[in-house]
């Protein structure tokens, strides 16, 4: 009985975990491995085709440089935000019975929070394309 015990109490050792980083090395080694060898053994015919820009078959035209209106930015971080904010129902929809009314409370006062922040988005004229 007394060696079950003393098993127990080992069971988080640094030795238990050797096998774990014996993998990862081989891991490491083998991908590492198969980089450098690819670079050796691969074909190397550099040509002018190839060392030009990949455009997708579109022909190059003028500077990718140029500047883009800030409503692309504004709706795509518009987007990101709302779409972050509406992940949080997922917790609410497992354990809504667990919450009961306090929880109703906070989702209601969330989604409040959410609709001001719509309201207010569509009031500065956020999502106006016509400038």
């Not at 490491?28 to 060392?51: F, M, N």
């Amino acid at each position: 009985m007394h060696f079950i015990f003393l098993q127990a109490t080992n069971l988080n050792t640094a030795a238990n975990y050797l096998p774990i980083g014996l993998q990862l090395l081989f891991a490491i080694g083998l991908i590492a491995t198969i980089i450098v060898l690819s670079d050796y053994l691969g074909p190397k015919r550099k040509t002018s085709d190839k060392l030009q820009n990949f455009e997708s078959g579109i022909e190059i035209k003028g500077n990718a440089r140029q500047p883009m209106a800030i409503k692309y930015f504004l709706v795509a971080i518009l987007f990101v935000l709302f779409d972050v904010e509406v992940i949080f129902f997922y917790p609410y929809a497992v354990n809504f019975r667990e919450l009961g009314w306090h929880g109703f409370l906070a989702v209601l006062l969330f989604v409040g929070l959410f609709v001001a922040g719509l309201i207010y988005i569509i009031r500065k004229g956020a999502l106006k394309w016509e400038d």
